[in-house]
């Protein structure tokens, strides 16, 4: 059987046998050359970030999960010198995974800033959150970004415009701040409802790194109570909070808006089933505790603003549900603003009934925010008094901790005919309920700390400085506690004015 003609100039038969057609060879010379083309254009496929993480987890030492990590750093390095990496997306990601773990990743700042110019929406989304989590005000990598966050809050894309408002919302500087005040003050005013709730929760951010560009965010910022989406009046709610904190002027400026937080909460209160803000029965929790967290800032002191209020305090406290904590939760802060404001008195027993249901849950949470309440909030001495001696008759073995804490604070603040005593109360729980020897011992000398700071006056704030350092010191060893104290007795000549009881 004769073979056809095979004309071919490349052949690497034989030179006998180079005009005649062999169908394997030929093939498998084929295979061959594509195989080499593919290899010197195709990187390798680097490790997957779900592979990375199943490695690291399968190890069994930490020395085998560093050995892990510092090969995969290493192969990540490799990559980064490379001018146009095809995967550098998929190594910051991994890069991140492991600077999630504890380990060293400032080597990856200059590539996120590579992904973040990348026109690409995945690639800047992570190049992004690379950005939020690697770098600081400390690195200079910062005061490169600042260009590209311009660039993409001019964007079309509003997704992109999401991503460099959140950004900057997390790394800004004060420098990067006032450079780009502007930017998002213009972004508040668009009418694009996601574009402005993240450019309100910006400003409170830059709000917060340079106080003085608050003024600039006032107009657009009271715009916000106009709008119907609740998510823009959850922000606008929180930045005029923040404003109000930290401005006495602007406290007075946003007093006007009491009108206003009256009527959307009103609306909220009287709003039928709505699937998208309803949660387990209450409309937007989450809104109504913000607006009256924001009332109870402005209604303070004020008797005019206090007024405006009252009714729609007294329509939350009567109309929401205690059948579950999103309701307990309004009320909690239906509470504090009714106890902070000027309100009348039938709205203040109202508050304290409420309470008094709080103490009466089988929830501890809901039983023990009533009880902080009512220590620290209420004018009434003998509630006060009452809600002191309800703290220290719930105390056990398992709550001692965080209220001994409480306690101490409350020690601290409290008015001189509670001293005595809260003080031996606390002296007599922490023997009967410590948990060892030492936490007992350092309760005892802090208690001490707090009662000698009261006992000898102008002397006391000094005491309680100086020893602050010591009490680390405190061991197993009760003589080293007693010797402490002898040493303060001694330097400042401490005469005890009255026995503590």
Known sequence: MAYPMYEV??????????????????????????????????????????????????????????????????????????EDSVWRCRNIAKLLYIHMLGYPAHFGQLECLKLIASPRFTDKRVGYLGAMLLLDERQDVHLLITNCLK???????????????????????????????????????????????????????????VPDLMEMF??????????????VLITGVTLITEMCENSPDTLNHFKKIVPNLVRILKNLILAGYSPEHDVSGVSDPFLQVKILRLLRILGKNDAEASEAMNDILAQVATNTETSKNVGN??????????????????????????????LLNNDKNIRYVALNTLLRTDP??????????????????????????????????????????????????????????????????????????????????????????????????????????????????????????
């Open 9 to 82: 100039d490349w052949s690497v038969l034989p030179p006998e046998q180079n005009r005649r057609f062999n169908p394997a060879f030929n093939i498998a010379t084929i295979k061959q050359v594509v195989n080499e083309a593919i290899e010197r254009v195709r990187m390798p496929t680097p490790t997957r970030l779900r592979d990375l993480i199943r490695q690291i987890r399968a190890a069994r030492t930490a020395a085998e999960e560093r050995s892990v990590v510092n090969k995969e750093c290493a192969y990540i390095r490799s990559t980064f010198r490379e």
């Open 151 to 209: 660039n993409d809050l001019n964007s079309n894309t509003q997704f992109v415009v999401g991503l460099a408002l959140c950004t900057l919302g997390a790394i800004a500087s004060p420098e990067m701040a006032r450079d780009l005040a502007s930017e998002v003050e213009r972004l508040i005013k668009s009418p694009n409802a996601y574009i402005k709730k993240k450019a309100a929760l910006c400003a409170f951010r830059i709000i917060r790194r």
């Open 218 to 231: 006032l107009p657009a910022t009271r715009s916000l109570l106009t709008e119907k989406n609740h998510g």
């Open 329 to 358: 939760t309004i009320l909690y802060e239906t509470v504090l603003s009714i106890m902070d404001i000027k309100s009348e008195s039938s709205l203040r027993v109202l508050a304290i009934n409420i309470l008094g249901r709080f």
């Open 380 to 501: 009434d001495v003998s509630i006060r008094r009452r809600a002191m001696e309800l703290s220290f008759a719930l105390i056990n073995g398992q709550n001692i901790r965080s209220m001994m804490k409480e306690l101490l604070t409350f020690l601290e603040r409290s008015d001189a005919e509670f001293k005595a005593h809260c003080s031996s109360a606390m002296v007599l729980a922490a023997e009967r309920y410590a948990p060892s020897n030492k936490w007992h011992l350092d309760t005892l000398f802090r208690v001490l700390l707090k009662v000698a700071a009261w006992t000898i006056g102008e002397y006391g704030d000094l005491l309680v400085s100086e020893a602050s350092n010591a009490i680390s010191m405190v061991d197993e060893d009760g003589v080293a506690v007693q010797l402490i104290i002898d040493q303060f007795v001694k330097e400042h000549k401490i005469l005890r004015q009255s026995p503590v009881t």
